[in-house]
Structures are given as C-alpha cells and as structure tokens.
C-alpha cells in the first residue's frame, strides 16, 4: 500500500508529483491511500518531492479535467483521478472520450460541481466596507460547496485590484492587500462585521432591478439558492419583494414606465421569455439597470449581442448616439469602422460577441447634439456586473479590447494602449488583445495617419483571430 500525504485539499502540485510517481512504479490505484495534512505554509512543496523521472505522458484535457476536478470536496477526488491517470498511463490514451464510462462519469460530474460553485462565488460574494485605523478593507463571508479559493483568488484579484480585501470561507481566507495574496485558514461567519454601507447598496440594487413580472421562484433559487441568501444582503428584500409582487405587476402592466423614445416591444408570452441564465434572461436583466446614474438620459441599455457560444469577443466603450437609439452596439460611425477592419482582417463579425464595457450611453447635450463623455472609473467598475456575467456566459478564447476603457474594464487597472497593444495577455483561460478603438481613427486630422493607423487595427484584429 501507498500512503500519499497531500500538503492542502487542492495539493494538485503534490498530487500530481505522487500520481506520476505511482503510476512509474506501477501501483495500482486499490493500493493507494491519500490524505491531507495541512501545512501552515500552504503553498510549500512537501519534503522530499523531487518529480520522479521515466517516460510518462497524459492526455492535456486529462490534466485539466484533473485540475478542476480535485477542488471537489469528495474526499474520494485524489483516488478517483489517480484511477484515471493509471488507466490512461496503462495505454488507455483516449479514457477520457468514453463518455459512457462510469469513471469518467464521476469525474466530469465532480468537475461539473466545481465549475458551478464557482459560478456561484464569482456571482454571490458581497463585500464589507470596514474601516480600521484610518484604512479601508473590503471583507466577504463566503460559503463554497467546494474548494474553490484558491483557484478563484486570482479572479477577485484581477476585478477588485485597487482594493483591500479578504474572503472569508469555512476552510480557507484569502487576503489582498494591493500587492500580495494571501492564503490562510478558514475563518467562521461571525468574523465579517454586519452592517455597512454596501450592504444597502446591494439592496437598492437588487430591489431596483427585481421585475415582479418575471417572478419565478424556482428558478430563482437554482440561480442562487437559498443557502447564499443570508449571507446576500440584497436577499435580504427578496421575501419582501415576492409579496408586493402582484401588486407591482399589476401597476406596472397599467403605468408603463418605458419612455417614448425607446422602441416598443412585443408582449412577452411564456415561450418568449429568456430562460434564465441564458443571454437574453441577461439583458432583460440589464434592461433595467440602475446601477448607477447613467440610464436617467439615456434611450436604453444596449446590451452586447452575438452568438452565446463565440470564440470571440470584442469589448467596446460605451454606446454612442447612434447605438443609444438602435439599442446595439456598434452601428455607429465606429461602428462602420470596425466592420470593415474586422472584414479585412478576415472575420465574420456574426460569429463574434460585440458588447461595451458600459451599457449606457454617456453624453453632455450641446444644443440638440449629445457629445460622447468618457465614462469615469466608477461608471466601470459597476458596470463589470454585466460585463463580467457576459465574459462568464460566453466564456471566449479571445477578447480584443477596444481602447482603454474597455482594458480598465476587463483587466481592472489603468492600461497604455501605445506600451501593451497587440501582444496575448492571459486571463481565466483564454488570451485578451489590447488594440487602439476605432473611434480614435476617426479623430486622426490626417488620412495619411488613418490609413497608417487602421492598417494596424486590422493587423492587430488578424493576429487575435489567429489567436483563437
Ligand atoms: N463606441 C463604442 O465603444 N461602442 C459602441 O457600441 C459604439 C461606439
């Protein structure tokens, strides 16, 4: 028998390390026995870990699956996977393809959990402002079914990477203070201070954007079940809201509260209605927003359109005018633009998600024009919710930002368009392309400049396509 002792509940270094070391020495997987002796420095590799040689190859996919696969809390996950690396390693290069396997069953449903707790986490943590010695941290209790922090961590990094925080779970806290993250024990909910600013915030926000109309219990607690409730602070008007209900359907259905300039739409019917957790259910979602004060002058939200399923995906600004009355992105002068860099570099534009890092259009009215304004960092930051949940729905290989708004809105800091243009940026498994956007072509006092310019548009759009 073998006895493996693993440094953490997502050891996939030291797991990995043994899994090759056993197989190499031909032990089969009834003879192993696998366990975790937390360490208090998470991350050190266990004494005596030098990877062992021989020849030894697994399939990519196999790694991967593997990787996601042990955050499951299934105690049984180290096994499990050593079963399928053995058998894989015993000339079974293709185990993975046997869906109908029993093995391999398991494993992908354990994958499965993993990825939709962490679906979850990215949806459902909730910062606590709390102040301290004249310093800020943001705190978050957060109940994962899985281990997921240390995998999340980085995300939370990337998103909020101005601020101070910590993530609090049951077995694990991370901690960001700017520079580093940490990893340390769990922590218990009596740790999170209660009450706060964001609390209210999230609150307001979520009774704002709660359409009664649409009101489907069950589906709104497989969305966010009811185990996250207590510790959402907007859940805490859900109860609320579910009883005013009816009454505010019915006011709805007699004051229509759509502005004359915003297109009609059809009635919806229950086959029309988004299923939730769809796109559409997302920008119906989105249609309402308030989030923050740019939907008081605008027409609509335009919300990003394209296939849910897209390789693709290019990150804009905001809507200018002409988007504002459409309710699509791009159909403007930038618009025309970009179709006809994107047709010369090659790309269908119907094969690829177009959206904005903001989803209304910002403006100062100059007479009976309405001049573009720049949205400011805040208007960006609370703009990530669509955005984000956009990126995480169509999960694309390739995102090419437009400009700097859109690299602040998905890299979560200040980027010079001019230093990290059209170089691959790794970012939740896929590359991110920073590229100019194609209004500043438009600005360009010169054609000889244009032509120099939109030449390089188009080269930068041709290599992101390669990328994908
Ligand atoms: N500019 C953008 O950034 N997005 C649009 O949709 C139109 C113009």
């Known amino acids: 028998m073998r006895a493996i002792v693993l440094n953490h509940v997502v050891d996939f270094g030291g797991w990995r390390t043994a899994a090759r070391s056993a197989a190499l020495d031909g032990v089969p997987p009834e003879e192993t026995l696998w366990s975790v002796h937390e360490t208090t420095d998470l991350f050190a590799e266990p004494p005596g870990a030098a990877p062992p040689s021989g020849a030894f190859s697994v399939s990519r996919a196999l790694v991967e699956l593997a990787a996601t696969a042990i955050q499951a809390s299934d105690p049984e996950r180290f096994a499990l996977l050593y079963a399928l690396v053995w058998r894989a390693h015993r000339g079974e290069k293709h185990v993975l393809e046997d869906a109908a396997d029993p093995l391999v069953q398991r494993v992908m449903r354990l994958a499965a959990a993993v990825r939709r707790d962490t679906h ?5 943590v909730r910062f606590r402002e709390v102040v301290a010695d004249d310093t800020t941290r943001y705190v978050a209790w957060f109940e994962p079914d899985h281990y997921i922090v240390e995998a999340n961590a980085p995300f939370f990094v990337r998103r909020f990477a101005t601020m101070t925080w910590s993530i609090l779970t049951p077995y694990r806290s991370a901690h960001w203070d700017g520079e580093a993250l940490r990893l340390g024990e769990g922590a218990q909910r009596a740790d999170v201070p209660d009450d706060d600013k964001l609390e209210a915030y999230w609150r307001a926000y979520f009774s704002s954007i709660f359409n009664p109309a649409r009101l489907k219990v069950s589906a709104m607690t497989s969305e966010m079940p009811r185990k996250y409730w207590r510790n959402l602070p907007e859940a805490a008007a859900i109860p609320d809201l579910i009883r005013q209900s009816r009454e505010r359907t019915a006011t709805m259905v007699e004051t229509p509260t759509v502005s004359p300039a915003r297109a009609p739409r059809p009635a919806a019917t229950l086959a029309t ?32 359109e394209g296939p849910a399923d897209a390789r693709l995906m290019l990150v804009g600004e905001q809507p200018g005018d002409q988007e504002d009355l459409a309710g699509r992105p791009f159909v403007g002068p930038a618009g025309q633009m970009l179709d006809r860099a994107l047709a010369e570099a090659g790309i269908d534009r119907s094969t690829v998600y177009v959206t904005n890092a903001v989803k209304h259009f910002k403006f100062e009215p100059r007479g009976k024009r309405r001049i573009h304004a720049t949205p400011d960092r805040a208007e960006i930051q609370v703009c990530r919710f669509w955005l984000d949940q956009e990126r995480a729905l169509v999960r694309p290989a390739v995102t090419i930002l437009l400009g700097a708004s859109a690299a602040r809105a998905v890299l979560g800091r200040t980027v010079t368009i001019s230093r990290e243009r059209g170089r691959p940026i790794p970012l939740e498994g896929g590359q991110v392309m920073v590229t100019v956007h194609p209004s500043y072509l438009l600005r360009l006092p010169d054609q000889e400049s244009q032509a120099r310019e939109y030449a390089a548009l188009v080269g930068d759009l041709r290599m992101a396509a390669g990328w994908v």
């Open 120 to 124: 979850k986490m990215r949806a459902f």
């Open 273 to 304: 209605l988004p299923q939730p957790g769809t796109q559409g259910a997302l920008a119906a979602e989105a249609a309402t927003c308030q989030l923050c004060g740019l939907y008081k002058h605008a027409t609509q939200t335009v919300f990003g």
